[in-house]
């Protein structure tokens, strides 16, 4: 048997990314391929790449230049462009960078293995449909050894909300959620292996409707599904939108053990002109009023947001609402962004907002949100705390993992611990992390 060719993946952008990363790395290994942590000595190097924002895009290029090198040393190396640019910009890539042998946009993955047999025989291969298939039908089972303890499961994909920014809806097309049978088939695979933790993933993960097996389910029928999965000990999801956050959702959040106390909520903006030229359809108001009935249902749950600072149109009162709503709310996670206009999305038609006041507005909203993230963690010393450890920490008998609350935490604790959740009493709070100490074996 001839030697297996390696296969480089690098990812950026989102988790739905790493997520499919995986899944390609899993098509690929039926046609030979294994996966390896270096490009140096690749047969083939696939960049997956993010087109969120202009400077996630931008990289892809200055990353395919890096590896010119490589290319002209040796030609049989084979250079493709997966995930979100590759959809977005299609045969353009191979126009800036004539070294791309192949363009694969995400819905196509599954036509992976066919696509390298053209490589193989020194085509070029591209593919950026929206086929009628469902990828996931056609992608191998995912049965593994050696997994980490905790693993991303998409359940849906894409988007038809349109938000006036946001290039999710071209890039990753309509809304689709997958069957819950299939999600369950491909949790308790996991689980078999050793995952932990689930984290389910979609654009608009809480718009999840899949079929079941007695008609549509939504996610908390999902989620309370795969809590009876033996060897599954948590489930998260992520990424929502305010307007789908139902009643059971919010329930589960209150009954469900499994389901952790993290919830990643964006409201982009805490202006209602600003909200309605987003087209986000709610109101700051509305935003304030369901985080107040999540908090009532499950009173330690730790929220998470995305804000955008310098959408067009808005001014410093606009910014100060943002501030406000911030304050308001409280946040124990946050992630923040200069809009970046986006080809194509009916914002970047509008007058823009310049550079500097832009980056002025972030400094000042992440001053606070990282303040808020530091109280969120320092209230958790002196707590005990849930911890599915995951690897060995830098220091010797240390073991890293998350809490309940998705935070960072170290313990000393012996290897053969890793894949199980610990009750850790917690004693300091760090720059990013907390650490503590064991209360249970
Ligand atoms: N500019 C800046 N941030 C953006 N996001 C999406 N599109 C843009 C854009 N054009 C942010 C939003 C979203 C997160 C994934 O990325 O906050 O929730
Ligand atoms: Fe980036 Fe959105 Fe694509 Fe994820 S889905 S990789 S965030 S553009």
């Known amino acids: 048997m001839s030697d297996p060719k390696k296969l480089f993946i690098k990812t950026y952008g989102c988790q739905m990314n790493v997520y499919d990363s995986e899944r390609i790395a899993e098509t690929l290994g039926g046609s030979g391929y294994t996966q390896v942590e270096s490009a140096d000595d690749a047969d083939m190097i696939l960049l997956n790449t993010c087109h969120i924002r202009e400077k996630a895009a931008e990289k892809v290029y200055s990353e395919l230049g890096r590896f010119r090198p490589l290319k002209e040393a040796r030609p049989d190396l084979r250079i493709g462009v997966a995930g979100c640019v590759a959809q977005a910009e299609g045969e353009e890539i191979i126009r800036r960078q ?3 042998d192949l363009v694969v946009g995400p819905q196509s993955y599954h036509r992976l293995p066919d696509m390298e047999r053209r490589l193989a025989k020194g085509e070029r291969a591209i593919d950026t449909d929206f086929p009628e298939e469902d990828k996931f039908d056609h992608l191998p089972g995912r049965r593994r050894a050696n997994r980490a303890p905790t693993a991303f499961l998409t359940v849906q994909e894409g988007c038809d909300k349109f938000c006036a920014f946001c290039v999710v809806p071209y890039t990753r097309g309509a809304e689709v959620s ?3 049978d299939r999600i369950l088939e491909e949790a308790r695979m996991l689980a078999a292996d050793g995952v932990r933790e689930v984290t389910l993933l979609g654009q608009n993960v809480n718009a999840y409707h899949g079929a079941g097996a ?3 389910w939504d996610l908390a029928r999902l989620i309370w599904a795969l809590s009876e999965i033996n060897g599954l000990e948590r ?14 959702l919010i329930e589960a959040h209150r009954d469900c053990a499994k389901l952790m106390p993290y919830l990643h909520l964006p409201v982009q ?16 108001a509305d935003y304030i009023g369901l985080i107040s009935r ?3 249902a499950r009173p330690d ?15 410093e009162a606009d910014f100060e609402d943002t501030l406000s709503l911030i304050r308001e709310v409280g946040y124990g996670q946050s992630y923040s962004f200069k809009y970046s206009t986006r080809p194509g999305t009916p914002a970047a038609e509008r007058a823009q907002v310049d550079e500097a006041t832009k980056t002025d507005r972030l400094h000042r909203l992440q001053a606070l949100l990282s303040e808020q993230q530091t109280d969120a963690q320092e209230a958790m010393v002196g707590r005990e705390v849930g911890v599915l450890f995951e690897k060995v920490g830098r220091e010797p ?27 850790v009493h917690i004693t300091a709070a760090l720059s990013n992390s907390l650490s503590g100490v064991l209360t249970t074996g």
């Open 301 to 315: 749950l730790l929220l998470s947001g995305d804000f955008i600072v310098g959408f067009p149109g808005e001014t």
């Open 214 to 216: 007695d008609g549509e």
């Open 294 to 296: 999540i908090r009532a």
């Open 397 to 423: 008998g240390q073991l890293i993992g998350k809490s309940d609350h998705l935070h960072a935490v170290s313990a000393p604790a012996h290897e053969s611990l890793i894949g199980q959740i610990g009750r």
């Open 235 to 248: 489930i998260r999801f992520t990424t929502s939108h305010p307007n789908d956050m139902n009643e059971a």
């Open 98 to 100: 004539p070294m791309v």
């Open 269 to 284: 903006s805490g202006s209602d002109k600003v909200l309605k030229a987003m087209n986000r359809k709610h109101t700051a």
């Open 178 to 180: 997958r069957s819950a």
